[in-house]
């Protein structure tokens, strides 16, 4: 089974920066997309942004202007730079990965995979 691990979170001030990464491991073929989400604490988990096989981009609203995904397809990892960031960035921020994986020599299964999620935390 493909597993994702992310690292990077952590406690910032307002206005700072923190890198997350997220890599893929397993049986992977190919991976078609690669997302970030965010869960604030009461709040719906929402995407942040994605980045699919071609490497075009996808943002929320909320972060345009101030994160930036990015792929390392020879690494199968994910990152995202988080610029300016403020107190309402604060949340749990997993990864995801989408695409297919090998199983027994066969090289046909889709897999759609989560990360366990790293915290942000953005406070003085």
């Known amino acids: 089974q493909v597993q994702l691990v992310e690292s990077g979170g952590g406690l910032v001030q307002p206005g700072g920066s923190l890198r997350l990464s997220c890599a893929a491991s397993?049986?992977?073929?190919?991976?078609?997309?690669m997302k970030w989400y965010r869960q604030a604490p009461g709040k719906e988990r929402e995407l942040v942004a994605a980045v699919p096989s071609d490497s075009s981009t996808v943002y929320a609203d909320s972060v345009k202007g101030r994160f930036t995904i990015s792929r390392d397809n020879a690494k199968n990892m994910v990152y995202l730079r988080m610029n300016s960031l403020k107190p309402e960035d604060t949340a749990v921020y997993y990864c995801?990965?989408?695409?297919?994986?090998?199983?027994?020599?066969?090289?046909?299964?889709?897999?759609?995979?989560w990360g366990q999620g790293t915290q942000v935390t953005v406070s003085s």
């Open positions: 397993g049986s992977i073929f190919s991976i078609a997309s």
């Open positions: 995801t990965a989408e695409g297919v994986e090998c199983r027994a020599g066969i090289c046909s299964s889709t897999f759609r995979s």
